[in-house]
């Protein structure tokens, strides 16, 4: 039996390895407020935006050299819209709808990239972000085909549970793990499309998260919620650190016993986290993905893996900043997603970032940013290094922007519908009170309780219950391949092309309906690999290996109808479609030049023990859930959702 002193250290060191929100910035985080008017702010970064248009082809709309640049400018449109909505003006409708129509005409022209997907899934995905962006931004159509085209396009790289219950997916080689520690791993999107790549990483999961829900928002279509929710649970199921923070990858392959990636944390695998959760609470008001929010914003801005005492981000090599945790933030901010108390540290961080930016990255007399925070100042133009830049800039003028309302759903007999289908109308706002938030804890308390004999045995039970959480988190990490070095990201490209999902505009007949696997890689192309949207092209840190894993038994299958998100979509989009229904059509691969791939070294697997799993929720049940607590059905609570999602993991055998 535990004595009373040794439950109370555990329950004291049991909170203070729980990030905790604060209620101040830090004293050490360099200047974490922001004394420029929003004037001058909205002037700095349209400066920068000018500056980079500048450096646009005037033939493809992309910034040049497109086989190595070509996700950064992605991630360069979304900025250009996110700024027009920002700052509530349609500036760049016009540049936008030039600027997609180029360069989809040259990936697909030039490199045989159909719908701006290159060989990492990730990168075509950024210009689906910006295409959505712009949808609710300029109320335009056609922006939302292009994004529902990159959204399918990445579908034949995302794990289902049909996929998994067959052991293979035609897009890979190899044979499947259809579980990890008891959890299924459907939801999870692959790397690149090199057949034999069993990497899934949190950026193209993250970055298939957020196009879901944001499609989920604009659509009102249950499709792309469904895909969502299974992102997001495999990310918190798997990739997921005991600290809150996202780690990078996880193995897919059958015999590699889960293996987990130790390359380190990047800030980008948790902004895409938090930016998906942010939608998916707007949409729900579910007070889970408040708190999840709380715990993986407090984590990721207390985390020393790219930041130190200043708190300004800083990764790799060489202390690169990063936009995609900047964005999630906003995002987060902007829906009111979070508690209040961590409302003001957000902003500080944000602040932080752009003061950064500005007064140690920007050229003296110019707009042009170097690629490190901490300086020096930029002297000539990099693409990643100024869109990057400008994220920090967009972000800042966030903070003076209004709390977006809330957009109700209501579920149909067609589906779930908004109370307004237009994207540049004013949502009606809900008639229940807003969700109440859960206080974090003190030591102080914690301590005071401890002394009563009920709340000690309470605490027994947080601590058994912490104990084992934590098991089910502290994965061993078994060997993983190291990355590619920069070099060879920006000389060595190439396409392994499925013919899967993707999807034309109405005057691009599909060649074929028959899905096929290319048998050997294509032509040379794609943006730098396994880095942010907008990070800048920097070596990866060697590998650390080590430990092992233990393998697990498939979880039980979810019914079919929950995967319908994963079905060819049957027809060509209309000049009017709004939904993905009307998804576009199966196409046959591309071929190009043949060029020889990259080599990764291949993990190593460890000795297997078979672990029990128990019966989980399938996707569909958990979408049917959220449709309950959307309308407020018997059994729930309006406003206010205290009750926790069904738990995703199961009991570890000890």
């Known amino acids: 039996m535990l ?4 439950i109370l250290a555990a329950a004291v060191a049991q909170v203070l390895s729980d990030p905790q929100p604060l209620a101040q910035a830090p004293s050490s985080w360099r200047k974490p407020n922001i004394n420029t008017s929003l004037k001058d702010r909205v002037s700095l970064a349209q400066a920068a935006i000018s500056q980079a248009i500048g450096q646009l082809d005037t033939t493809n709309s992309m910034f040049p050299d497109p086989s190595n640049t070509y996700s950064i400018s992605g991630a360069f449109y979304s900025q250009l819209a996110e700024f027009d909505q920002l700052t509530n003006q349609s500036q760049y409708a016009a540049n936008l709808g030039g600027y997609y129509g180029s360069a989809k005409t040259l990936l697909q022209q030039q490199f045989g990239a159909a719908n701006f997907t290159g060989f990492y899934i990730n990168d075509g995905l950024n210009f689906g972000h910006g295409a959505i962006i712009a949808y609710k931004t300029y109320n335009v159509s056609t922006f939302l085909q292009y994004a529902i085209q990159t959204w399918w396009a990445a579908v034949p790289y995302t794990l289902t549970q049909t996929a998994l219950d067959a052991g293979k997916i035609p897009s890979k080689s190899f044979n499947l793990t259809a579980s990890c520690q008891g959890i299924t791993m459907a939801g999870g999107t692959f790397w690149s499309k090199d057949q034999q790549n069993p990497d899934i990483v949190g950026l193209a999961t993250g970055s298939f998260l957020v196009l879901s829900a944001l499609l989920a928002e604009a659509t009102a279509d249950p499709l792309y919620l469904s895909a969502a929710l299974q992102s997001m649970t495999f990310i918190h199921s798997h990739l997921y650190n005991v600290q809150n923070v996202v780690q990078d990858l996880i193995s897919a392959r059958a015999n590699d016993s889960c ?33 999840m929010i709380d715990d993986i914003v407090s984590a990721s801005l207390a985390t020393t893996g790219w930041q130190d005492a200043t708190g300004i981000i800083q990764t790799g090599v060489n202390k690169t900043g990063d936009g995609t945790l900047p964005r999630g933030l906003v995002a987060a901010y902007r829906r009111n997603a979070t508690s209040p108390s961590l409302r003001p540290y957000i902003a500080s961080y944000l602040a932080v ?8 990255a920007k050229k003296s007399g110019g707009d042009i940013y170097g690629q490190s925070w901490l300086g020096p100042a ?8 100024q869109v990057n830049a400008i994220q920090a800039l967009i972000s800042s003028i966030a903070l003076d922007d209004p709390i977006l309302p809330p957009t109700p759903l209501s579920l149909s007999s067609s589906g779930f519908s908004f109370s307004s289908n237009a994207p540049g109308s004013s949502p009606t706002l809900p008639s229940s009170p807003g969700p109440t938030h859960k206080t974090k804890t003190s030591i102080g308390g914690v301590v005071g309780g401890v002394v009563g004999g009920l709340v000690a045995l309470a605490l027994l039970a947080g601590l058994a219950f912490c104990w084992g959480r934590k098991r089910g988190h502290s994965r061993l990490k078994t060997p993983s391949p190291q990355s590619p070095n920069s070099a060879l990201d920006m000389r060595d490209r190439h396409f392994d092309f499925l013919a899967g999902y993707t999807g034309q505009l109405p005057d691009e007949q599909p060649q074929s309906t028959n899905v096929t696997v290319a048998s050997s890689p294509h032509q040379q192309f794609g943006g730098s690999p396994h880095i942010s949207p907008y990070q800048v092209h920097d070596p990866v840190l060697p590998v650390q290996v080590g430990g092992s894993l233990n393998p697990v038994r498939r979880a039980p299958s979810p019914s079919p109808s929950s995967e319908s998100w994963a079905l060819p979509p049957p027809t060509l989009i209309g000049a009017e479609t709004h939904s993905s229904s009307d998804s576009p059509s199966v196409l046959s691969a591309d071929t190009g030049r043949s060029l020889s ?10 000795d297997p023990a078979i672990q029990a799993v128990t019966e989980q929720p399938t996707t569909e049940e958990l979408v049917r859930m959220l449709y309950d607590r959307m309308n407020s059905r018997p059994g729930t609570n309006v406003g206010g959702y205290e009750e926790a999602l069904p738990e995703y993991r199961t009991a570890v055998v000890p």
């Open 3 to 6: 004595s009373l002193p040794l």
């Open 259 to 291: 293996a987990l990636g130790s390359a380190g944390l990047q800030p980008y695998n948790s902004g895409f986290m938090i930016e998906g959760l942010a939608v998916l609470y707007t949409l729900s008001k579910n007070a889970t993905y408040s708190k």
């Open 353 to 360: 970032q752009y003061n950064a930016a500005v007064d140690l």
């Open 378 to 385: 930029g002297t000539t133009f990099n693409a990643g290094a």
């Open 597 to 606: 791939p990259l080599s990764p070294k291949r993990r190593q697997a460890s």
